[in-house]
C-alpha cells in the first residue's frame, strides 16, 4: 500500500484511477461494504490467550460490518491464526496497546476521548442483558476479557456499563468467540431496529475506500507512482 499523506482532492483522484483497475462488480462489492461499515460499535478484547479466538472475533467483526478491532497486550502478546482470519483483517482497522504501565487503562483512555462509552461484559456483574441494551445513548466500546479470567478489574472499575448474555444451563459462560459474535450481531441488529447515525461520515468513506483500493489492486505503489509522475500536482 503507498504510504505518502495526500490531500482528500488528490487522494480522491487517485481512488477514481485506482478503479480503473478492477471490475464493476468488484468495485460495486467494495462501495456496499463501505456503505454497511460503522464505527459506532467496537469491540475491545483484553489479553486473549488463545491465537485463533482472537481471530475468530476478527473475522465476525468484519462479518457484521464494524471497522475498528482493539487489541489490549498486558501480558498476552496478539497474533493472528491465518486459517481462522481468512483475510479479514485486511479490511479492518486494528488498535494495539502495549508496552505501558497499564495499557487497559490506555485503551480505555482512547476511546473515551473518541467519545465512546466503556462497556464491560461479564456473567458475574450486575449489568443489562444483552438484549435490553440501550445503542441510543452513544457509541460504545465493548470489551471482552480473555479466555480464562474474563475481563480485569481495572476494566471493572473503570467501566461505565456492564452487560451480559443471559444463561439457561449449567454452563456459567460462552467461549469468547461465541459471546462476541452473539453480541456483536445483537448490537448491530439494534443499529437498523433505532433511529442512530451509524454510517461513516464522508471523509471516513473516502479515507477507507483509498485504503481498501490500493489493497484491491496489484502493486498500487506503481500504479500510484506512474499517476503521479504523470499528474504532478
Not at 11 to 25: A, K, Q, V, W, Y
Request: proline letters at 3%; one cysteine or more.
Amino acid at each position: 500500500m503507498f504510504k505518502m499523506e495526500f490531500t482528500p482532492e488528490i487522494r480522491n483522484r487517485i481512488s477514481d484511477h485506482l478503479e480503473t483497475f478492477l471490475g464493476d462488480e468488484r468495485i460495486g462489492i467494495i462501495k456496499r461494504v463501505l456503505s454497511n461499515r460503522t464505527r459506532y460499535i467496537t469491540v475491545c478484547l483484553e489479553d486473549i490467550y488463545q491465537s485463533q479466538n482472537a481471530s475468530a472475533v476478527l473475522r465476525s467483526s468484519e462479518a457484521f460490518g464494524l471497522q475498528d478491532v482493539h487489541i489490549i497486550e498486558n501480558s498476552n502478546i496478539f497474533s493472528i491464526n491465518p486459517n481462522v482470519v481468512r483475510g479479514s483483517d485486511k479490511w479492518l482497522t486494528i488498535h494495539r496497546y502495549f508496552n505501558s504501565a497499564c495499557p487497559t487503562s490506555d485503551a480505555i483512555s482512547s476511546l473515551r476521548s473518541n467519545g465512546y462509552r466503556i462497556v464491560a461484559t461479564s456473567p458475574h456483574v450486575d449489568g443489562v442483558a444483552l438484549e435490553d441494551f440501550d445503542l441510543t445513548k452513544g457509541k460504545v466500546a465493548v470489551f471482552f476479557g480473555n479466555e480464562h479470567n474474563g475481563v480485569s478489574q481495572t476494566l471493572l472499575d473503570q467501566a461505565d456499563e456492564y452487560l451480559y448474555i443471559p444463561m439457561y444451563g449449567f454452563t456459567e459462560s460462552f467461549n469468547i468467540s461465541v459471546a462476541a459474535a452473539m453480541t456483536i450481531h445483537t448490537l448491530r441488529g439494534k443499529l437498523h431496529e433505532q433511529d442512530i447515525r451509524w454510517a461513516l461520515s464522508g471523509a471516513e468513506y473516502e479515507e477507507l475506500l483509498f485504503s481498501w483500493l490500493n489493497k484491491a489492486v496489484k502493486r498500487p505503489d506503481l500504479i500510484v507512482k506512474r499517476f503521479l509522475d504523470e499528474n504532478p500536482y
